[in-house]
């Protein structure tokens, strides 16, 4: 069993109306929930994949029971650690007039001492028979820095592998406690992750990824001549950072999801020990075949699955 924990998800609420006019009351011609942050991204994707997956972490109020609501119907089973505060939430209003998207954003929710300690008894027992932990996403209010480095102990203690997938503080107490895979989200240096503790560090290039250990080191880069993934409507909410979106959906190595999506990739490979090689293929196949809102079209995955070009390893 894969455990993805998400410690600040977010229900994206979309509303589509005709025209939005400031002000005044506005019909809404359709409403639509979904479960956003990017564990829960990252959940879904290995369950595509058919790999027994739960998403823990913390949730409360009428927010957190949509969040599970849709996880399930995606068929992601779920053990979130309740909390008394209502879970953020992102408005999306889409106005069919104009095109124009107006958001609000709900601040994050306080976490009491108390949840984090049940949040904390929780995850442990869900080590026992864990095969993966991914750790990945910001941390709400009240939660501290170490919070990810804390769990990463945990799991190492247990003999779990666990992918950090982090910035700022959060990933540099995290790199600290000697987990298998950081995935960082930007400016961060592999040589101090590595120096810090990390097992390996992944990190997007210019035109495919590049996996460093503490002796090694491969590039994975794949041609986007022969498919492209489909297009589809636009996420209610942005599956990277669990925020709503805000304009227009990112293109190429930019596109919605991508980093979720190498995230996902690599985590059958460091549970089940592929080589660096094959961990690639999938992974940067998987990332580049990603919709727009975080789904994988595994029609384009299969395509591009040989079309991954591995260097290396080089010293």
Same mark, same amino acid.
């Given at each position: ?18 025209? #939005? %006019?400031? +002000?005044? *009351?506005?019909?809404? $011609? !359709?409403?639509?929930?979904? @479960? ?5 991204? =990252? &959940? ?9 997956? #739960? %998403?823990? +972490?913390? *949730?409360?109020?009428? $927010? !957190?029971?949509?969040?599970? @609501? ?5 068929? =992601? &089973? ?238």
């Amino acid at each position: 069993m894969i455990v993805t924990v998400t410690l600040n998800p977010a229900l994206g609420v979309r509303y589509d109306a005709e025209w #939005v %006019a400031l +002000g005044a *009351a506005n019909q809404v $011609s !359709g409403v639509r929930y979904h @479960a956003g942050g990017r564990g829960l991204t =990252v &959940a879904r994707l290995l369950q595509t994949f058919g790999h027994e997956v #739960v %998403a823990a +972490g913390l *949730a409360g109020g009428s $927010s !957190g029971e949509l969040i599970k @609501a849709d996880l399930a119907r995606a068929g =992601v &089973a779920t053990q979130f650690t309740r909390i008394s505060a209502e879970s953020r939430r992102g408005v999306r209003i889409a106005d069919a007039g104009t095109g124009q998207v107006t958001t609000l954003e709900e601040p994050a929710p306080y976490i009491t001492t108390e949840e984090l300690g049940r949040l904390a008894a929780d995850y442990r027992a869900m080590l026992d028979g864990a095969t993966a932990v991914v750790l990945c996403g910001s941390l709400p209010a009240g939660l501290p820095a170490e919070t990810y480095a804390s769990l990463t102990s945990y799991a190492v203690e247990a003999g779990v592998p666990v992918i950090l997938n982090a910035d700022g503080s959060a990933l540099r107490h995290g790199a600290k406690r000697q987990p298998a895979l950081v995935i960082p989200e930007a400016g961060a240096s592999e040589s101090e992750l590595m120096a810090a503790g990390a097992g390996a560090v992944v990190l997007l290039t210019g035109n495919g990824v590049r996996a460093v250990t503490a002796e090694r080191e491969w590039h994975a880069s794949v041609g986007h001549s022969a498919v492209q993934p489909a297009t589809v409507e636009p996420a209610t909410v942005e599956p990277t950072t669990g925020e709503p979106i805000t304009g227009e959906p990112a293109t190429g190595e930019r596109a919605t999801g991508r980093r979720d999506a190498l995230v996902a990739g690599f985590v059958p490979g460091i549970a089940l020990g592929w080589t660096w090689p094959d961990m690639l293929r999938h992974a940067l196949a998987l990332a580049d075949s990603v919709t727009p809102d975080g789904e994988a079209d595994l029609a384009v995955y299969e395509k591009l699955l040989p079309e991954v070009k591995v260097a290396g390893p080089r010293s």
